[in-house]
């Protein structure tokens, strides 16, 4: 069964603080993998998208690396701010990039 | 700038109502998605279509039917609401071709069935 896995559940770290997000996936044949933040009560937001090939992406202060052969993805976050506090989800699209799995997210706090 | 409108952001309904939750997207987006978001499990889908009156049966499709009139709007139904059908409803639309595009989500539909 395809999996995708998010580790911490959950983390807390004051602001302008590094933090580092794992996301593990068994998915397979594998498209992409794309990170998702979504705020409390509202839709998640793509921040990233990396296909097969690609083993880092960046937007802004998120920076996302991909090991295929380990099929293992992370999410850095750089000088982390207040407005960071989300959860951060990890998806995985299979074979022709329609069928997503989604991981259940770590959520971050960022405090002062 | 993308836009996915959910029209109704907090629902209460009774057991055994008919609800309808509407999706509508301005992007002339071929493929439009229903998911459910539960605390502790991932997004979960319901229903999808890549073109109008077409529809994919997600991973979750029982109690739950769609409508796709039109190629901008995506429709789910609950027949007879239950209350393990309180939930968070997600739409998202995407290109055909949605490897390596973007999915753009709404900002849900909190539902609970009393």
């Known amino acids: 069964k395809n999996q995708v896995e998010q580790s911490p559940q959950s983390l807390i770290i004051l602001e302008g603080k590094n933090c580092t997000l794992q996301?593990?996936?068994?998915?397979?044949?594998?498209?992409?993998l794309r990170w998702y933040k979504q705020d409390t009560g509202r839709g998640p937001v793509s921040l990233t998208i990396m296909t097969f090939s690609e083993n880092t992406k960046s937007n802004g202060r998120y920076t996302a690396t991909l090991d295929a052969d380990t099929k293992q993805s992370s999410l850095h976050i750089t000088a982390s701010q207040l407005s960071d506090s989300a959860s951060y989800i990890c998806?995985?699209?299979?074979?022709?990039?329609?069928?997503?799995?989604f991981g259940t997210g770590t959520q971050l706090k960022v405090e002062l | 700038d993308v836009k996915v409108t959910q029209s109704s952001r907090y629902l209460v309904k009774r057991t055994g109502e008919k609800v309808f939750l509407e999706c509508v997207q301005d992007?002339?987006?071929?493929?439009m998605f229903w998911y459910r978001q539960d605390p502790g499990l991932g997004l979960r889908l319901i229903y999808f279509s890549y073109d109008v009156k077409m529809k994919e049966k997600g991973d979750i499709p029982e109690g739950y039917s769609v409508s796709r009139e039109k190629k901008e709007r995506f429709s789910l139904i609950l027949e007879s609401a239950s209350t393990n059908q309180t939930s968070m409803y997600l739409c998202a639309s995407s290109l055909r071709h949605s490897t390596g595009n973007t999915i753009y989500f709404g900002e849900g539909s909190w539902l609970t069935v009393v």
């Open positions: 992007m002339d987006h071929e493929n």
């Open positions: 998806v995985v699209s299979e074979g022709g990039g329609n069928k997503l799995t």
């Open positions: 996301c593990n996936y068994t998915v397979s044949p594998f498209s992409n």
